[in-house]
């Protein structure tokens, strides 16, 4: 009912930069939390940014400052400008998207399906 497609992955040097975009499409009649979530091999997935629907947001200690967590609501589109990328960045990017369905349909909990982000040189 929801679909998410990333767009944005690859590889990039050491102090590189990317930019991650997810947008969003389907049955959607409100959007409560936009975030991105990162899985590096044999780690568990940790939240890297999530910007709520008051525009607030919120960073995993590990990209403070390096990592900027964007939206453009009128395209339910959600951005990660990540700048000073370090090899320990390298991981797989996930977003996910919370709210609510148009007509009976409740609330939705989506995650798109992953893009690879390498930081080596």
């Known amino acids: 009912q929801v679909q998410l497609v990333e767009s944005g992955g690859g590889l990039v040097q050491p102090g590189g930069s990317l930019r991650l975009s997810c947008a969003a499409s389907?049955?959607?009649?409100?959007?409560?939390?936009m975030a991105w979530y990162r899985q590096a091999p044999g780690k568990q997935r940790e939240l890297v940014a999530i910007i709520i629907s008051g525009g607030s947001t919120n960073y995993g200690d590990s990209v403070k400052g390096r990592f900027t967590i964007s939206r453009d609501n009128a395209k339910m589109t959600v951005y990660l400008q990540m700048d000073s990328l370090k090899p320990e960045d390298t991981a797989v990017y996930y977003c996910?998207?919370?709210?609510?369905?148009?007509?009976?349909?409740?609330?939705?909990?989506?995650w798109g399906q992953g893009t690879q982000v390498t930081v080596s040189s």
């Open positions: 389907g049955r959607i009649r409100s959007i409560n939390a």
């Open positions: 996910n998207f919370r709210g609510y369905l148009t007509g009976i349909g409740g609330s939705f909990n989506s």
